[in-house]
């Protein structure tokens, strides 16, 4: 049953006579504690859901996955939160406004050399390599 399977909610009288001494040990004495203590939070956990009176069971490699995915998550949107670092704020442009979308401030950006030929290229890093050698 709890390996994939599902659970009616009139099982739940005969479940709680077969496994009554587990469920004293959880305090759980009467169906409707079984269904708040035990199935309720086994559905908040994901580890069950409960549609029209049936409780259906995870199997349970997806109910391990499925926990480790939500505390993943849980943990990346508290990060995200609590960051001390600024949100990027998108930028609007107009439609008709090509050039703005030339713009960057990409450090990766070599846009301003794509007219530079190769002899161009050649004399400014010897320009570059001379003036680092008389600053030091």
């Known amino acids: 049953m709890l390996d994939g399977g ?9 479940m709680l006579e077969k496994y009554r001494d ?6 759980v004495q009467t169906q409707e504690e079984l269904e708040e203590k035990i ?3 086994m559905t908040q956990l994901g580890f069950a859901s409960e549609e029209v009176g049936i409780y ?15 505390v993943q998550q849980d ?11 600024p949100l990027p704020t998108p930028v609007l442009i107009d439609d008709d406004s090509d050039e703005k979308l030339l713009e960057t401030d990409d450090p990766l950006d070599l ?3 794509g007219e530079e030929t190769e002899e161009d290229a050649l004399a400014r890093a010897i ?4 003036r680092q050698e008389m600053d030091t």
């Open 6 to 14: 599902s659970l009616g909610r009139d099982e739940l009288p005969s």
């Open 22 to 27: 587990l469920f004293l040990q959880a305090e």
């Open 39 to 41: 199935m309720r939070r």
């Open 56 to 70: 259906r069971f995870l199997p349970p490699m997806h109910r391990f996955l499925d926990v480790c995915l939500s």
């Open 75 to 85: 943990r990346d949107l508290a990060a995200s939160l609590h960051s001390a670092l």
């Open 111 to 113: 846009a301003e050399f």
């Open 127 to 130: 320009a570059d390599e001379q």
